[in-house]
């Protein structure tokens, strides 16, 4: 069964350090989504990506953030400064909207660590 | 935007016993509504998930509830078993947009 996978699944940086965050999503999806989850804490909304552009973003997704699909299989997020508040698990999602669902598949995530 | 409130946040129950989620959404254009079962340490995976012209679906032990009119939706598990402790998330989604999660429920069910 094809999955959303992501690497690395931890990466540990410095405070102020820029940190790219990578995905493949499955194949024949279109929508693209990265998510957060602090520790102990529930799924937030990060950003959207669709047709090569962003499609909606939340209030977290700062000028810090931006996310790129820098050829037909990866999909990236990048933190340019990083803080302490932004260790968290990232998840990656992809979804093919069939049938009118929206289901999403979640990638493993990768852990940060901003020291 | 949209609002998703999850009951109860830890629920222990004894093996063979039923569990039931509640969820509450404030966005009446929300249309689809599935439900991630998320273990220690790992990806959130889609269990089982309803659309809002459904009242409800079942899936051997699992089934989902939606009232549109009162906005909320729900979580049955029967016969539970000890593989089936995690912690689960309900999640509210409107025209192919993000999926807004509720805050989770640990469920914990003793042999």
């Known amino acids: 069964e094809p999955e959303v996978t992501q690497t690395p699944s931890h990466q540990v940086t410095q405070m102020g350090q820029e940190v790219i965050l990578r995905c493949v999503p499955i194949?024949?999806?279109?929508?693209f989504y990265w998510y957060r989850q602090i520790l102990g804490q529930k799924v937030e909304f990060l950003v959207s990506f669709y047709n090569n552009e962003i499609s909606e973003k939340s209030e977290i997704f700062d000028d810090q953030f931006s996310v790129e699909r820098p050829d037909g299989s990866n999909f990236t997020l990048k933190i340019r400064s990083t803080k302490l508040e932004d260790s968290a698990m990232y998840f990656c999602?992809?979804?093919?909207?069939?049938?009118?669902?929206?289901?999403?598949?979640f990638g493993a995530g990768t852990r940060l660590s901003v020291l | 935007g949209e609002n998703v409130e999850q009951h109860p946040s830890t629920l222990s129950v004894q093996e063979g016993d039923s569990a039931v989620i509640k969820c509450t959404y404030s966005d009446s254009a929300s249309n689809y509504f599935p439900w991630y079962k998320q273990e220690l340490g790992k990806r959130p995976q889609l269990i089982i998930d309803i659309r809002s012209n459904v009242g409800e679906k079942k899936d051997q032990r699992i089934a989902v509830t939606l009232n549109k009119t009162a906005k909320h939706f729900s979580l049955h598990i029967t016969e539970t078993q000890p593989e089936d402790s995690a912690v689960y998330f309900c999640a509210a989604s409107s025209s192919f947009q993000k999926l807004v999660f509720g805050t989770g429920t640990r469920l914990l069910v003793s042999p």
């Open positions: 999602a992809s979804s093919a909207h069939r049938g009118g669902k929206n289901i999403q598949y």
């Open positions: 194949s024949n999806h279109l929508y």
